[in-house]
């Protein structure tokens, strides 16, 4: 980093903020205290209140506005007693994406150059379509990041902000000229300017097309034509995935080491169903606006969060290890407050820390649902047959996805197992492709059970039964 003081700038490229430059690194890094920003009435940063660099690293950035103390990891309580973590309760200030360079492991540095020599900006601010919504963005780049191309998976916040605006225009807008001076002037639409800037690192040019950006957004809500392009329907997966990606590198990625954590070889093997395979899940059990959806081992959340992104169900998840339950508490609560700031409203989403064989919410919500997801693919035989034992609440017609089948689809029903969970279901299985789940590069198998108690009826009114 430059010596000079880092600062932030609005899209006028007006210094409304600055902070000291970090100190040389250190063999052993400790992480300071949030500081805070303000927010003025017409929607630019006031000056950072109490910020300090982190000690150790070689970069200083300001916290987010309002951002929320975080919850400790280690909180008390037991699993067995579910507690509810992540309800939609009204939004709170999001965590930027200048805080999720801060918190990182990664040294980041200046990606851009200024021509005048002045101040070096090192975030900006970006308009969201909710009234008086904003943004902080980084503007600086991981060491190991190339432009779009990032080998090692770090945070990108220069395409995160080039990712919204693309979002924004295509989706979160009912304006087709709107659409077309962002992204359809592949000469001098904003995505254009956007895209030269950054692959010049001309600074001044990049905060030039934001400020365009902001200037055409404010007019457009000035006009009426702010709101979802999808109208009722839930939003599609590219802008339902970018929201779930955006919460997870702000949320989970500064921890993900201690998602590792887990004893090997047990019930609570870590692994995560990606966003591609979500969206199949979706379209192939016919989740609605209508539905509930229950993630049965949820982890941090993620396909609870696609799920009413996609669709506006009201989706629930219990996860029983700690850390990942916690996470998934902080993933809702940002996903409530991100989800109004687009514009997309008020969502029905629900995390639970707890042992989903023992938990009281469970017990009471599952007789309404729709769906339910079990990633049983690492659970024991005494694990499964306990699921199916709750699954004898469901209704009928109810789908359970699963990575291993709970019944096969051979089952014949017989006097002797009539009344056991097996009887009650049909099963399908379908193939998924490589890049589907976290825990394989392969492909894989996963079956849809359904709740359908016709024929144990036709087996039992044959005998005589009832």
């Known amino acids: 980093m430059s010596p000079r003081d880092s600062v932030i700038v609005n899209a006028n490229r007006e210094r409304v903020g600055s902070l000291p430059p970090s100190p040389r690194p250190r063999a052993a890094a400790k992480r300071a205290p949030r500081g805070s920003l303000s927010v003025r009435a017409e929607g630019q940063l006031a000056v950072v209140a109490g910020a300090e660099p982190e000690i150790g690293r070689c970069f200083s950035v300001p916290a987010h506005m309002g951002s929320r103390p975080e919850e400790p990891l280690s909180a008390a309580g037991s699993p067995a007693a579910a507690r509810d973590l992540g309800s939609s309760g009204g939004p709170a200030a999001i965590v930027s994406s200048a805080d999720a360079v801060r918190q990182s492991e990664a040294p980041y540095d200046?990606?851009?150059?200024?021509?005048?020599?002045?101040?070096c900006p090192v975030a900006i601010e970006l308009h969201l379509p909710a009234a008086a919504a904003s943004e902080t963005f980084s503007l600086l780049a991981s060491r190991s990041h190339e432009r779009?191309?990032?080998?090692?998976?770090?945070?990108?916040?220069?395409?995160?902000?080039?990712?919204?605006?693309?979002?924004?225009?295509?989706?979160?807008?009912?304006?087709?000229?709107?659409?077309?001076?962002?992204?359809?002037?592949?000469?001098n639409g904003v995505m254009r300017r956007l895209e030269r800037a950054r692959n010049r690192r001309n600074?001044?040019?990049?905060?030039?097309?934001?400020?365009?950006?902001n200037r055409l957004l404010d007019r457009e809500r000035d006009a009426g034509h702010i709101g979802p392009s999808f109208g009722r329907r839930g939003a599609p997966p590219e802008l339902a995935i970018h929201i779930i990606e955006q919460i997870y590198n702000r949320i989970v990625a500064p921890t993900v080491g201690m998602l590792r954590q887990y004893k090997a070889f047990s019930n609570n093997v870590y692994g995560e169903v990606l966003p591609t395979l979500i969206s199949e899940f979706i379209e192939r059990t016919g989740i609605a606006r209508e539905s509930m959806f229950i993630d049965l081992?949820?982890?941090?959340?993620?396909?609870?969060?696609?799920v009413a992104a996609q669709t506006g169900c009201h989706a629930c998840g219990i996860e029983i290890m700690e850390v990942p339950a916690r996470l998934a508490g902080r993933q809702a609560r940002e996903f409530?407050?991100?989800?109004?700031?687009?514009?997309?409203?008020?969502?029905?989403?629900?995390?639970?820390?707890?042992d989903f064989c023992e938990s009281a919410d469970v017990q009471r919500h599952l007789p309404r649902a729709d769906v339910v997801l079990v990633n049983n693919y690492a659970f024991d035989s005494k694990l499964n047959q306990n699921l199916l034992q709750l699954f004898l609440d469901l209704k009928e017609g109810t789908r359970i996805i699963s990575l291993k089948p709970f019944v096969t689809p051979d089952h014949k029903i017989s006097a002797r197992n009539i009344y056991s969970p097996e009887s009650i279901l049909t099963v399908r299985r379908y193939q998924y492709w490589s890049q589907s789940v976290s825990w394989t590069d392969s492909g894989g198998e996963y079956y849809v059970q359904t709740v359908d108690r016709s024929r144990m009826k036709e087996f039992l009114a044959k005998r005589g039964m009832t």
């Open 148 to 187: 779009e191309a990032d080998p090692h998976g770090e945070y990108s916040p220069i395409s995160d902000l080039m990712a919204t605006v693309r979002a924004i225009a295509e989706h979160l807008t009912d304006s087709p000229s709107f659409r077309f001076a962002v992204c359809g002037d592949r000469e």
């Open 297 to 306: 081992g949820c982890g941090i959340g993620n396909v609870v969060l696609q």
């Open 336 to 354: 409530e407050s991100r989800m109004q700031l687009y514009g997309l409203g008020r969502t029905s989403v629900q995390m639970w820390h707890g």
């Open 203 to 213: 600074g001044g040019d990049f905060v030039q097309a934001v400020r365009e950006f």
């Open 110 to 119: 200046e990606h851009f150059t200024w021509e005048d020599g002045g101040d």
